[in-house]
């Protein structure tokens, strides 16, 4: 196939997929769910599950061989925006506000989650290989497992905190704090088993480790020059976002290059990024020209996520399979968060709030997913069953709050604040999310 040709099939395949996306997308909204939902059923949509079972090979016709390195590309640089974006708003500052009670549910809502996950990979060793999983209880792989149920989606969870009025109630600040506190446990744990497990190329792992390290401080020596770049180029927008993205790509590269996923090195980087605003965060108007760039590219991941995903293939040991992560998925995720803030000033049905707001997965989990797929880590059934379990648990979140909250919810302060059943369609798939203390953007994976 010629290149002419490669580029025609290239750009019927983006028409198709962001038409979907956002096709999708509206109808997400018009039912109350996050965008992101939306987004990923067109992407299955898209796939073996709806796709590749229709006549005439369309499929193939649509999506040949000849055009998937492209659409990879395409997908792996929307999340290396995504998560450079992730970094530079990552603002741990919330916690002050109630310290001990953020670090106590993140902490449970993290290492509830994490057992149960590495105790189901341990225990039922033989199912979970026959469906995809790792064949052996080796370190990497188990911890993968782990932190697969351990994950929560905070562009989701702002969205649906948002959505649902609860920025300014006790509820919405703690769950909003303890996602992005268990942001940093699950990166940090999934880099840790990248690190030390799997089939990327390269190193040992013990290399990996001292080479990650230079990374670190080689990023962190970064922090003068880019200072003062982010200073000096405030007044040329285009040419400070590209430099940031020079930078991103180049971090990518580097953790690529050593064995690990792109999305180590993009989050690495947009951590190390100098804040550099009086409010001590990176300047507003960068973060949302990343999120607006990330989320124009954010469907050709949902697609390439979705190719390795056919319902109708998934076995009767992969339903029950389903069933299973998707009930321990949220109830470790609820039970962690709830029993976490008793002995707090919160009240029984805020501390059941925050336990189903952190049982939100979304795009997280998908990311999470991809990189341990490329790991060899997951596959075949089992990844289909984790990324139906993902879109299961997000989708249950809307209904479930609203059983709990039709009556008006604490401030951070003790008075009440009543609670709107509706204020804007959410905009859950939407990266930039929402600060709830501020309302501000927030991108938080």
């Known amino acids: 196939m010629g290149t002419e040709v490669q580029i025609t099939h290239l750009m019927a395949a983006a028409a198709v997929i962001l038409c979907a996306a956002q096709i999708g997308g509206r109808l997400a909204r018009w039912l109350r769910q996050p965008t992101v939902i939306g987004q990923l059923l067109a992407g299955l949509a898209l796939g073996p599950t ?30 290396v925006l995504f998560l450079f974006a992730v970094g530079c708003e990552l603002d741990l500052r919330v916690v002050r506000s109630r310290t001990r009670l953020v670090l106590t549910v993140a902490a449970a809502a993290f290492a509830v989650p994490m057992a149960a996950g590495v105790a189901l990979a341990l225990t039922c060793r033989a199912q979970v290989a026959a469906l995809g999983g790792p064949r052996s209880a ?45 942001d940093v446990l699950g990166w940090s744990v999934l880099t840790f088993a990248l690190l030390t497990g799997g089939s990327q190329r390269g ?3 013990p290399a990996r480790l001292g080479l990650f390290a230079l990374l670190v401080a080689a990023q962190l020596t970064l922090r003068p020059l880019l200072r003062r770049m982010l200073t000096r180029t405030a007044g040329d927008p285009g040419l400070r976002l590209g430099v940031l993205l020079a930078y991103a790509c180049a971090a ?26 009086a409010e001590g965060t990176v300047p507003a108007v960068v973060v949302e020209r990343l999120h607006g760039l990330g989320s124009l590219l954010l469907p050709f ?47 029984g049905r805020e501390r059941l709030l925050v336990g189903i707001l952190l049982s939100t997965r979304g795009l997280t989990e998908l990311i999470a997913l991809n990189a341990g797929a490329q790991a060899g880590f997951i596959g075949g059934a089992l990844y289909s069953v984790f990324v139906l379990m993902a879109l299961i648990t997000t989708v249950l979140t809307q209904p479930l709050l609203s059983l709990l909250i039709d009556r008006p919810l604490p401030r951070p302060g003790g ?9 804007t369609p959410p905009r859950g798939g939407d990266p930039k999310g929402g600060d709830p203390r501020t309302g501000a953007a927030v991108g938080s994976a």
């Open 301 to 347: 991941f949902f697609v390439l996520s979705a190719q390795a995903v056919d319902i109708s293939a998934i076995p009767p040991a992969g339903l029950l399979a389903l069933l299973t992560v998707t009930v321990v998925g949220i109830t470790v995720k609820v039970a962690g968060g709830t029993l976490a803030a008793r002995g707090s000033d919160l009240s």
């Open 252 to 277: 990518a590269w580097a953790t690529s290059a050593l064995g690990l996923h792109t999305i180590v090195g993009a989050l690495l980087a947009g951590v190390c990024l100098p804040r550099t605003t």
């Open 203 to 205: 190193f040992a792992w």
């Open 415 to 423: 008075a009440t604040d009543g609670v709107p059943r509706r204020r």
């Open 138 to 182: 080796q370190l990497g792989p188990v911890l993968f497992l782990g932190v697969a149920l351990s994950i929560t989606a905070v562009p989701v969870l702002t969205a649906v905190i948002r959505e649902n009025g609860l920025q300014p109630t006790r509820v919405g600040v703690v769950a909003f704090a303890a996602a992005g506190l268990i």
């Open 50 to 79: 709806v796709l590749g079972h229709l006549p005439g090979g369309l499929a193939h016709t649509l999506f040949p061989p000849s055009v998937s390195s492209a659409l990879s590309g395409l997908a792996q640089l929307a999340l």
